[in-house]
């Protein structure tokens, strides 16, 4: 018998099985849902946590959440906030608008690092092919007026 996409979607999902499919161990999820940061898990009739598709989207959206720097407590009140229902929409997307802001900021402080970064390895690379230390510091290590001592 053939079962459609969409049975499959439906099915319940075991913890291991979550685990399993998104690299994260079943301590970490349990953490994740104790912290509210998983809206809707239910319980079966012995207790169990029963998972759905939604939930692994939910843990990808954690996942790139963090990694743009968000925090626990903003991942969690987006999540009350998707419990809240359609109501919240508007805030909702508000929320995620003020960390998109945050996160272009901090890449461009990142391009500003390895732009620096990149000036230094010139300056090093230079240095290491002449024998002679170049005349001066790469771009950007002198910000502060002085020179500093070499």
């Not at 272009?104 to 970064?117: C, G, M, N, Q, V």
């Not at 090093?124 to 910000?143: D, V």
């Amino acid at each position: 018998m053939n079962v459609s996409a969409a049975q499959t979607r439906s099915k319940p999902l075991r913890i291991g099985e979550v685990a399993a499919r998104t690299g994260r161990s079943v301590h970490a999820i349990r953490w994740y849902e104790t912290q509210g940061l998983i809206p809707g898990v239910s319980r079966d009739a012995g207790g169990r946590r029963s998972y759905r598709e939604r939930h692994l989207d939910w843990l990808l959206l954690i996942d790139r959440l963090r990694l743009t720097g968000m925090s626990i407590a903003q991942i969690r009140e987006y999540a009350k906030l998707v419990t809240q229902g359609r109501g919240t929409i508007k805030h909702q997307a508000e929320l995620l608008r003020q960390h998109r802001e945050q996160v272009l900021t901090s890449i461009e402080e990142w391009k500003r690092a390895i732009k620096l970064l990149d000036s230094k390895i010139g300056f090093l690379e230079e240095w290491a092919a002449s024998g002679q230390r170049p005349p001066r510091e790469p771009e950007g290590f002198e910000t502060s007026g002085q020179k500093r001592r070499r």
